[in-house]
């Protein structure tokens, strides 16, 4: 089965940076497009970032635009989300999942990364 796992999170201080990556397995990682969202305290998971696996575009909530930077390596089964001049409203647990091809949506989301971002 698809399994993804989420690392990289922290504590980091307003303005600063942190890199979240997300391993895959049991998947061809290369044909698939990859996702990331997450789920801040009293609200739903809300959308981050996605990227396509056929030419790469990249997508992003308006909130992290210009700010954050999703990238993958296919040799290394891993996507990474690149997160820079963090607010505090960036804190949260960070989720990649996986378009499943089945249903058209994302899934397989894994446990998830907790970054936190201090005043």
């Known amino acids: 089965q698809v399994r993804l796992v989420e690392s990289g999170g922290g504590l980091v201080q307003t303005g600063g940076s942190l890199r979240l990556s997300c391993g895959a397995s049991?998947?061809?990682?290369?044909?698939?497009?990859m996702a990331w969202v997450r789920h801040t305290p009293g609200k739903n998971r809300g959308y981050v970032a996605t990227?396509?696996?056929?030419?790469?575009?990249?997508f992003y909530a308006d909130s992290v635009k210009g700010r954050f930077t999703m990238s993958r390596d296919n040799a290394e089964n891993t996507v990474y989300l690149q997160l820079n001049n963090q607010v505090p409203e960036g804190t949260g647990v960070y989720y990649c999942?996986?378009?499943?091809?089945?249903?058209?949506?994302?899934?397989?989301w894994g446990q998830g990364t907790q970054v936190t971002v201090s005043p």
């Open positions: 049991g998947l061809a990682f290369e044909r698939y497009s």
């Open positions: 999942g996986v378009k499943i091809t089945s249903t058209g949506h994302f899934g397989s």
């Open positions: 990227m396509l696996w056929r030419d790469g575009r990249t």
